[in-house]
């Protein structure tokens, strides 16, 4: 991993077994062998096109889905782009999630790219990769959390998501939406009701809506979550989001 950010968190996390530093750069005050190198050298180890000082070697934390305690817990289901996995990982960790699961199949959340994008939250909550979907599903019902799936041609609205034992929140493929064997495991289907101008939302941006209305579920007196727009497919079942017709235009396909 590289930046200080990241790294500075993997540091707090006692996962970092070897440092590397611009030859140049203040070194943090760690126990950790540090390695002075030159700028090229650095860029030679670096994964981004700008380093930025330092890149650090870490260890990948053995964590199960034991170790997930109560709250909402976000599934990434063989999403393939590490920008997003990075992204929502971020938006978990900001929004007071549990936990993160990545099934088998799903980008490396510990790929640089994938570390970038969650800006030092990749070791501020559990983080499971590499479990099936029947997996989840025996683990949402083991902790007694309804598992519900973002799915774009599902009915728009996210009231599935205010779950009195709480949630397990699965977000799918980018360009293929939720894995068929794992959707067919689920309680719930959602989507976000969209404008009928917007097509879809991308499976980062729509994840992290859903996790904020799991996280914080609308209280009873709230209104219902149905802005206007138009329904009309969506291509992009990654994006987990579907219109919904205006009241002009109620019933129109």
Do not use: C
Request: glycine share 10%; hydrophobic share 50%; no cysteine.
């Amino acid at each position: 991993m590289e930046g200080p950010r990241a790294v500075a968190e993997a540091l707090a996390a006692g996962v970092v077994e070897e440092l590397y530093l611009d030859e140049d750069a203040a070194a943090p005050i760690t126990a950790v062998p540090v390695q002075r190198v030159t700028a090229g050298v650095l860029a030679h180890l670096a994964d981004a096109t700008t380093p930025q000082g330092i890149v650090a070697v870490a260890r990948t934390p053995a964590t199960t889905l034991a170790d997930i305690g109560p709250g909402v817990v976000v599934v990434l289901d063989q999403v393939a782009d590490p920008g997003n996995a990075g992204t929502i990982l971020r938006s978990a960790d900001a929004l007071g999630a549990a936990g993160v699961v990545l099934t088998r199949g799903s980008v490396d959340v510990y790929a640089p790219k994938t570390v970038r994008a969650a800006v030092g939250s990749t070791y501020h909550l559990p983080v499971v990769t590499g479990v099936s979907g029947a997996q989840v599903a025996a683990f949402a019902r083991d902790t007694d959390r309804r598992l519900v799936g973002l799915d774009a041609h599902a009915a728009p609205g996210l009231s599935a998501l205010a779950a009195a034992g709480g949630v397990v929140l699965v977000v799918g493929n980018e360009a293929h939406g939720l894995d068929p064997a794992t959707s067919a495991l689920l309680d719930a289907h959602v989507a976000i009701p969209l404008h009928p101008r917007a097509e879809s939302l991308n499976v980062a941006a729509a994840a992290a809506i859903a996790i904020h209305a799991a996280v914080y579920p609308a209280r009873p007196d709230s209104p219902p979550d149905s802005p206007p727009g138009a329904a009309r497919p969506d291509r992009g079942a990654g994006a987990a989001a579907a219109p919904v017709p205006p009241a002009d235009q109620e019933g129109a396909s």
